[in-house]
């Protein structure tokens, strides 16, 4: 009858639970740093002019415009 409860952590969680926690707590800390070095400010030419923003702001206009047009041409091709 013990051998039916799975083996558990001194704190009450899993293994599995465990590492994933360690992870996420890895990837926030990653993220935090590479916030922390890209906050310089830097010189953002458009067509019509230029505007000085912080690296990190660039970055995440950046990222979440490349999440729309991949959604965009995903909905695009299965229309096809």
């Known amino acids: ?5 799975p083996k558990l952590e001194p704190e009450g969680r899993s293994r599995r639970e ?5 992870a996420a707590l890895i990837l926030v800390a990653l993220l935090v740093a ?3 070095d890209n906050t310089r400010e830097v ?3 458009f067509v019509v ?3 000085k923003t912080r690296l990190i702001y660039v970055l995440v206009v ?3 415009v490349g999440i729309i047009v991949d959604r965009l041409w995903q909905r695009a091709r299965r229309r096809h």
């Open 49 to 51: 002019g230029d505007h």
């Open 1 to 5: 009858m013990a051998d039916d409860v």
């Open 34 to 36: 590479f916030v922390i």
């Open 43 to 45: 010189k953002v030419g």
């Open 62 to 64: 950046t990222f979440l």
């Open 18 to 22: 465990s590492a994933r926690i360690v």
